[in-house]
């Protein structure tokens, strides 16, 4: 399994950003898949998941500004995140909701004006 983590960058508070995840090499649609965040020094923390069949979850800490879906048809998962703070600063990696694959690199998104 390939795990390749996009989208990531450099936003302002309060801005948005969208995160993309590509995946191959697994049977994509049958997976819960989510999203996590990292901070040096810090455990991974899970953000958000979402199902095959597309209920979602969320952390507390991004309820109602993170919007997690995904596309099966191109073994994609995205999230989507507004009104970021700069306690939003982390990397972050997508994988099955319980951690199967292995991970990606990640992609670095840094809040700050």
């Known amino acids: 399994v390939h795990i390749v983590e996009s989208g990531g960058g450099l936003v302002q508070p309060g801005g948005s950003v969208r995160l993309s995840c590509a995946v191959s090499?697994?049977?994509?649609?049958?997976?819960?898949v989510g999203w996590f965040r990292q901070v040096p020094g810090k455990q991974r923390e899970f953000i958000a998941r979402?199902?095959?069949?597309?209920?979602?979850d969320y952390a507390d800490s991004v309820k109602g500004r993170f919007t997690i879906s995904r596309d099966n048809a191109k073994n994609a998962v995205y999230l989507q995140m507004n009104t970021l703070k700069p306690e939003d600063t982390a990397v972050y990696y997508c994988?099955?909701?319980?951690?199967?694959?292995?991970w990606g690199q990640g992609t670095q998104v840094t809040v700050s004006s």
């Open positions: 979402i199902s095959n069949g597309g209920p979602t």
């Open positions: 090499g697994s049977i994509f649609s049958a997976y819960t």
């Open positions: 994988n099955t909701a319980v951690p199967v694959w292995p």
